[in-house]
Structures are given as structure tokens and as C-alpha cells.
T-cell receptor
Framework: KAGVTQTPRYLIKTRGQQVTLSCSPI?????VSWYQQTPGQGLQFLFE???????NKGNFPGRFSGRQFSNSRSEMNVSTLELGDSALYLCASRVDSQETQYFGPGTRLLVL | GENVEQHPSTLSVQEGDSAVIKCTYS??????FPWYKQELGKRPQLIID?????GEKKDQRIAVTLNKTAKHFSLHITETQPEDSAVYFC???????????FGRGTSLIVHP
């Protein structure tokens, strides 16, 4: 099976702009979670989607949003970018009945 | 919510030595404890996991131990090799949501 894929792999944006990141889960995986990884804070949970519905949400401001499509692909959007949003954004997918998550390669976002 | 503490943040060993990374968690309801390895520029990959009904699990040179009473779990790597150099993350989650809370990571450096 193909692994989790994310596009784009790298992005440079300026403050105030918005950005959309995409994640394609492993075939058959309907749960997709998003994480923000920074050197200072480690891996922090953003949200989880299952069957096109947000099922869990972490402690991030409303500028961070996401959605999931009927084919389980997911997107996350960050509006009004801030310098502190510079990070590696990882998505992970899993089979709903199992705990194990499989991560994508991440999208590295740099906000100038 | 759950809080996971991980120590040390950096661990430097000689090739062939053993390495131990320790994590503590706060939520006694947590019952699934995965360990991820993240090599530089790559995605986190699951290397071993343990559930709360088991005290120890081994996979070749890697082992994980769990003490539910003390709420801590550890990763043990024996006969370390340079390719073991990476950042290791512990995590804890509980049934229902399966959303893991991650530790801050341990940078393991194995010197040849």
C-alpha cells in the first residue's frame, strides 16, 4: 500500500496570507489527524477528521481549520498567517478500530 | 488533559552501548503507549508500542516497559548502532479517542 502523502512539501508565505495543505491517507484509512511540530513545542495535535466530520480538536485558534472529503483526503487551512505558524505540519492516518497512526512526510511552512 | 514528560532531551552514547529513554504520563485512563522514531528530515515512524495490559514488549534490540502504578514507561535500545541516531517520541492515548499526547522528544546520538 502507498503511504500517507502530503502536498506541498515546502511552502513560504508572508504574514497575513493564508495557506492550504493537503493530505492523502493510506487507502482504507478513514481517520486523518493533523499535528504541528516545532522545536519548542514538539508534536501538538490540531484536529482529527473521520467520515468528513471533525471528531476531535486540539487547543489551536480558529485560524486553523480543516475538512475531509468523501475519499478521506483531508485539507487544513491556516488563515491570517503569523510568524509563529512556521512549523512542520504532519498528517497521520489510521484505521478507525486501531490505535496505530501512520504519518506523512509533512509540509514545512515558513512564514516571513 | 493528558500530560507526557520525556527525559532526557538529548542522549549521547557510544556504538554498542545501551540507551534508555523514560516517559511519564498523568492520565491513569491512558492505555496505549507508542514510540516513534524520526530521522532528520523524515516522517515519524512507529517502532514499538505497548498496551496497558502488558508490562514489557521486545522486538529484537528494542524493548518497552510499562509501570501502570507509577505511570511511567521506558524505551530500551541495546547494542546501539549509528543508524539508531534520531529523535524518539513517546506518546500516550486512551481508548475512545486514540488521540495521542506526545512527549517533547529525545535526540539520540550514537557515536561510531
Amino acid at each position: 500500500k502507498a503511504g500517507v502523502t502530503q502536498t506541498p512539501r515546502y511552502l513560504i508565505k508572508t504574514r497575513g496570507q493564508q495557506v492550504t495543505l493537503s493530505c492523502s491517507p493510506i487507502s482504507g484509512h478513514r481517520s486523518v489527524s493533523w499535528y504541528q511540530q516545532t522545536p519548542g513545542q514538539g508534536l501538538q495535535f490540531l484536529f482529527e477528521y473521520f467520515s468528513e466530520t471533525q471528531r476531535n480538536k486540539g487547543n489551536f485558534p480558529g485560524r486553523f481549520s480543516g475538512r475531509q472529503f468523501s475519499n478521506s483526503r483531508s485539507e487544513m487551512n491556516v488563515s491570517t498567517l503569523e510568524l509563529g505558524d512556521s512549523a512542520l505540519y504532519l498528517c497521520a492516518s489510521r484505521v478507525d478500530s486501531q490505535e496505530t497512526q501512520y504519518f506523512g512526510p509533512g509540509t514545512r511552512l515558513l512564514v516571513l | 488533559g493528558e500530560n507526557v514528560e520525556q527525559h532526557p532531551s538529548t542522549l549521547s552514547v557510544q556504538e554498542g552501548d545501551s540507551a534508555v529513554i523514560k516517559c511519564t504520563y498523568s492520565d491513569s485512563a491512558s492505555n496505549y503507549f507508542p514510540w516513534y522514531k524520526q530521522e532528520l528530515g523524515k516522517r515519524p515512524q512507529l517502532i514499538i508500542d505497548i498496551r496497558s495490559n502488558v508490562g514489557e514488549k521486545k522486538d529484537q534490540r528494542i524493548a518497552v516497559t510499562l509501570n501502570k502504578t507509577a505511570k511511567h514507561f521506558s524505551l530500551h535500545i541495546t547494542e546501539t548502532q549509528p543508524e539508531d541516531s534520531a529523535v524518539y517520541f513517546c506518546a500516550a492515548s486512551k481508548g475512545g479517542s486514540y488521540i495521542p499526547t506526545f512527549g517533547r522528544g529525545t535526540s539520540l546520538i550514537v557515536h561510531p
